[in-house]
């Protein structure tokens, strides 16, 4: 599993994707983005899941939506007060 090349998302962000469902049956938010006709590309948000776990949530997204290409991790940003 190779790590995305997006910046680490906000909590806010990683909220926002929860929000309107963008969560897999192992608990793991994901972001996506439409890459064309074919799908889409996925990043999922590591908020302290392993890898084994990322590996599960990635399998579900192959298996349900139309994905393109790799699926990547990035990890959530952690934000000082």
């Known amino acids: 599993m ?3 090349w997006m910046d680490e998302p906000t909590q ?3 909220d926002r994707w ?3 469902g963008d969560v897999t049956s192992q608990g793991v938010v994901y972001h996506w ?3 064309g006709p074919q799908g889409a590309s996925f ?4 908020e302290g899941q392993s890898i084994s776990t990322l590996k599960k949530a990635a ?3 192959r298996w349900q939506r139309d994905v ?5 991790y990035v990890d959530v940003r952690i ?3």
């Open 59 to 61: 399998k579900e997204l």
């Open 68 to 72: 393109v290409g790799a699926i990547t």
């Open 12 to 14: 806010a962000e990683v």
């Open 33 to 35: 983005e439409l890459a």
């Open 2 to 4: 190779n790590k995305a």
């Open 43 to 46: 990043v999922l948000i590591r």
């Open 18 to 20: 929860r929000k309107f």
């Open 79 to 81: 934000e000082c007060p």
